[in-house]
């Protein structure tokens, strides 16, 4: 018999954002940054960012308030605004972003441990079999079920905003404005000395930034499961209010404490600030234990949010049956079992020596896959306002156009390479598609057999392009 399930609150919903945003991205964006922006330049982007974050945040709540009966999010609104199949490539989109996410946390843990072994690193072999034990411990938490899983990111994610806050507030006394305020920052990269400009560096430090903001739905994908819609709302403005402030803090206090060449050159850079500070060398430790501690409370947050899609696009029929299938906890077993089976296949690519390539690749792919979840999130926004034109404040509109602007933005700012690579992922999952129809006795529309006929023949390509060696990965 199946157990009554309890519902999620407010701060086990915010959690569960905090620890889909703040990831891998936290400990690694002032590096990431630096190598492609000036602090002045950073400083602009990250307030573009957080605008287009806030935008899209806003297009949450108001399609949480609007649509209260959409549970899901992310999902819903694409199915709901554009049919079955939008709804299905939403949902594949946004589960292919939770488990390669996975993949790129993992990837930076294992970096982070060998960084802290020294000589005695791990090899790329027991590295690979470690992360399998880890990612199964995961299978067998959340198989005990969903909120059980929810209470312990919120302990992980409570661990890992310590080393966080010991960076903002032993930190900000090694601010120097020197630093900071670079000379010919409009012209010369700092950290390079290569020629640029204030739009190629905001435009180049976007796709970093968007990472760092991807989680923000996360309470809206886990409304069914909240207390309340009034609940949602106020997590996903909280959580993201929280994560902008943290980010930029971080950011600021590493561009101004910390040369931008040495900045761009570090393994860790956050380490290089608290070895600075009162605590001495031990900092370096603390922030590699940190940064360990975020990656796995990360990779926890994104298999619940991933499943959860999963199983909310089989009970409308976009997935196959199997999918709705739960166990006595509330937890979707065969959601779960793909999604971990999909991260194992992919993490032999830790297999590779080159882990920081490995990382960086993925969260750029994962990033670039999201787009269109998001995308789709904002145009159904702007079909409600439009269709309520004169019950509606014309705000919510340009909230809901804003909101597309960005997010047409960031996937020019990406680039057409990833989101060329793309085109495998909604691919391969259109098959998934047309076996769900056909348990339904259904066929696709044919402007959806176009496309998906159009994605396969694209997705042959590209396979057939990497195995002859003229796509290169």
Same mark, same amino acid.
Request: charged share 15%; proline share 2%; hydrophobic share 50%.
């Given at each position: 018999?199946?157990?009554?399930?309890?519902?999620? =609150?407010l701060w086990l919903l915010v959690f569960v954002a905090l620890g889909s945003m703040i990831g891998s991205g936290i400990f690694n964006s002032p590096k990431d940054l630096i190598r492609v922006a000036n602090p002045q330049g950073t400083l602009v982007a990250w307030v573009i960012g957080g605008l287009g974050a806030l935008m899209l945040a806003l297009v949450f709540v108001y399609l949480a308030t609007r649509k209260p009966g959409l549970k899901s999010g992310i999902y819903a609104y694409a199915r709901d605004g554009f049919g079955d199949y939008m709804g299905f490539n939403s949902a594949w989109g946004y589960w292919s972003v939770g488990w390669l996410g996975n993949v790129s946390y993992l990837a930076l843990f294992f970096k982070t441990l060998n960084d802290l072994l020294g000589e005695r690193a791990l090899s790329p072999f027991t590295a690979f079999l470690i992360g399998s034990a880890l990612l199964w411990l995961f299978y067998a938490i959340l198989m005990a079920g969903i909120r059980e899983g929810?209470?312990?990111?919120? /302990?992980?994610?409570t661990a890992k905003l310590i080393p966080i806050l010991l960076i903002i507030f032993l930190g900000?006394?090694?601010?120097?404005?020197?630093?900071?305020?670079? !000379?010919?920052?409009?012209? @010369?990269?700092?950290?390079?000395?290569?020629? !640029? %400009?204030?739009?190629?560096?905001?435009?180049?430090?976007? #796709?970093?930034?968007?990472?760092?903001?991807? =989680?923000?739905? +996360? #309470?809206?994908?886990?409304?069914?499961r909240a207390k309340s819609q009034q609940v949602v709302r106020l997590s996903i403005i909280l959580s993201l209010l929280i994560v902008l402030a943290v980010y930029m803090l971080i950011t600021f206090i590493a561009m101004s404490s910390v040369p931008a060449r040495e900045l761009a050159d570090s393994q860790t850079p956050l380490a290089l600030i608290l070895e600075r500070t009162v605590i001495g060398v031990a900092g370096g430790t603390i922030i590699k234990l940190g940064i360990m501690v975020s990656v796995l409370g +990360? %990779?926890?947050?994104?298999?619940?949010? %991933?499943?959860?899609?999963?199983?909310? +696009? #089989?009970?409308?029929g976009v997935l196959p049956q199997t999918f709705r299938k739960i166990n006595r906890k509330g937890t979707p077993v065969n959601a779960l079992l793909?999604?971990?089976?999909?991260?194992?296949?992919?993490?032999? %690519?830790?297999?590779?020596?080159?882990?920081?390539?490995?990382?960086?690749?993925a969260i750029t792919i994962a990033t670039t896959l999201v787009l269109i979840p998001y995308l789709l999130s904002s145009l159904y926004a702007m079909k409600v306002t439009?269709? @309520?034109? @004169?019950?509606?404040?014309?705000?919510?509109?340009?909230?809901?156009?804003? =909101?597309?602007?960005?997010?047409?933005?960031? /996937?020019?700012?990406?680039?057409?390479?990833?989101?060329?690579l793309s085109v495998l992922f909604y691919g391969i999952g259109s098959l998934l598609f047309i076996a769900a129809k056909r348990e339904q006795k259904q066929q696709p529309k044919h402007w959806e057999w176009a496309v998906i006929i159009l994605l396969l023949a =694209?997705?042959?390509g590209i396979i057939a392009g990497i195995l002859t060696d003229r796509i290169q990965l």
């Open positions: 018999m199946q157990q009554k399930e309890e519902k999620l =609150g929810a209470i312990l990111n919120f /302990i992980v994610t900000i006394s090694l601010v120097k404005n020197d630093l900071f305020l670079t !000379t010919d920052w409009q012209s @010369r990269l700092a950290s390079t000395g290569e020629p !640029t %400009s204030p739009l190629l560096q905001v435009k180049e430090a976007m #796709a970093v930034i968007l990472w760092c903001f991807v =989680g923000v739905e +996360a #309470a809206s994908v886990l409304s069914a +990360a %990779s926890l947050s994104w298999i619940l949010l %991933s499943v959860e899609t999963l199983y909310a +696009a #089989a009970k409308d793909l999604t971990q089976c999909f991260t194992q296949l992919f993490l032999l %690519s830790i297999l590779s020596p080159q882990l920081n390539e490995t990382y960086l690749a439009l269709s @309520r034109w @004169r019950k509606e404040s014309h705000h919510h509109l340009v909230i809901a156009l804003l =909101g597309t602007l960005y997010s047409l933005y960031v /996937i020019y700012t990406v680039g057409l390479k990833y989101l060329f =694209g997705s042959t």
